[in-house]
């Protein structure tokens, strides 16, 4: 079976690891975030063969990131090493508000990306591009390169998560994601970054304004989940679990669902294996989580499921 690419950048990510004021901390844990290589490691996990395509600076955190994307099971072997840029960086800064990320990312290898990477990729035996709303904020080059990836025909599907991230959008203009997200075969949103984008959460009305993709996804946070497809809509309920962290669930959930996809399950069965795998998120600090173990991760693809399946 072909694989699957997914496109978009990848920083090592500091998280505080004491407490207190951010600019007293002075111990921090290193660990590695990026949404599509998130979903590319969690289609590793679910049994997919899985490319993560991006750019990294020839630098220790670099070699972190392909250390770590690689060692999870996804082929790095086309991701550009850039000799004069750095690789991105986020710090998580938990404040009594919540915490929120301050991004370095600004001129990194992976935002000097452009339309050639697509060119450059043998694309042959690719079922699947994924890609996200995060690379068109990256900079010009990044939005041509998304550009590319949705400009049609071609022979595999491409899905869009939308990954809304106001602090990429300070000085651009948004209403670029629409356009992009129209262009897409599978379009993955959650209801409140749409409510924040587009005006609206709400699935019919989402339909309307993007009539494009042949499948729609709306996530509705802790309650479940909305595919729209051929004019029929399909909710699931999410799975119950004592949330230990939010961040990285939407790519576990984008991960589960498309795998599913491609293996041809029906919409409930898509949303279910996208809530589960959006479990293993969720329930640590980490965005990927620990693995689930085979015998949950078996029956979620497979044509004969069990019942909870
Ligand atoms: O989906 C999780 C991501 O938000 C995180 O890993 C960082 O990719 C990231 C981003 O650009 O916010």
């Known amino acids: 079976s072909g694989g699957v690419v997914c496109l978009g950048e990848t920083m090592v990510v500091l998280v505080p690891a004491e407490s207190g004021p951010v600019r007293s901390v002075r111990t921090w844990t290193r660990a590695i975030g990026g949404a599509e290589s998130n979903v590319a490691i969690h289609l590793a996990r679910l049994g997919l063969r899985s490319r993560w395509v991006s750019a990294v600076g020839d630098d220790a955190f670099g070699g972190?990131?392909?250390d770590y994307v690689g060692g999870a099971g996804v082929d790095v072997s086309g991701v550009r090493v850039d000799p004069s840029r750095p690789t991105g960086l986020y710090v998580k800064e938990a404040d009594p508000l919540g915490s929120h990320a301050r991004y370095y990312r600004a001129g990194s290898a992976a935002s000097a990306m452009g339309p050639e990477v697509l060119a450059g990729l043998n694309l042959d035996d690719v079922r699947l591009v994924h890609v996200s709303g995060i690379t068109a904020a990256?900079?010009?080059?990044?939005?041509?390169?998304?550009?590319?990836?949705?400009?049609?025909?071609r022979e595999h599907l491409v899905s869009f998560d939308l990954n809304w991230r106001p602090a990429l959008w300070a000085d651009r203009d948004p209403s670029v994601l629409l356009e992009l997200a129209d262009a897409a075969d599978i379009v993955l949103a959650g209801a409140d970054e749409a409510e924040a984008v587009w005006g609206t959460g709400d699935p019919e009305k989402l339909r309307a304004l993007l009539p494009g993709p042949a499948t729609l996804v709306v996530k509705q946070g802790e309650e479940g989940a909305t595919a729209v497809e051929d004019g029929e809509f399909t909710y699931q309920e999410a799975l119950k679990v004592d949330v230990v962290e939010p961040v990285g669930a939407g790519d576990g959930f984008a991960a589960g669902y498309l795998a599913a996809h491609l293996a041809g399950l029906p919409p409930t069965r898509r949303l279910r294996a996208g809530h589960l795998q959006a479990a293993a998120a969720l329930l640590t600090s980490e965005d990927v989580g620990e693995p689930l173990p085979p015998e949950v991760t078996g029956p979620l693809l497979s044509a004969d499921p069990p019942a909870w399946a």
Request: charged residues 20%; contains cysteine; hydrophobic residues 55%.
């Open 64 to 66: 972190a990131v392909l």
């Open 138 to 153: 990256l900079s010009d080059s990044c939005l041509e390169l998304l550009r590319a990836v949705l400009r049609g025909p």
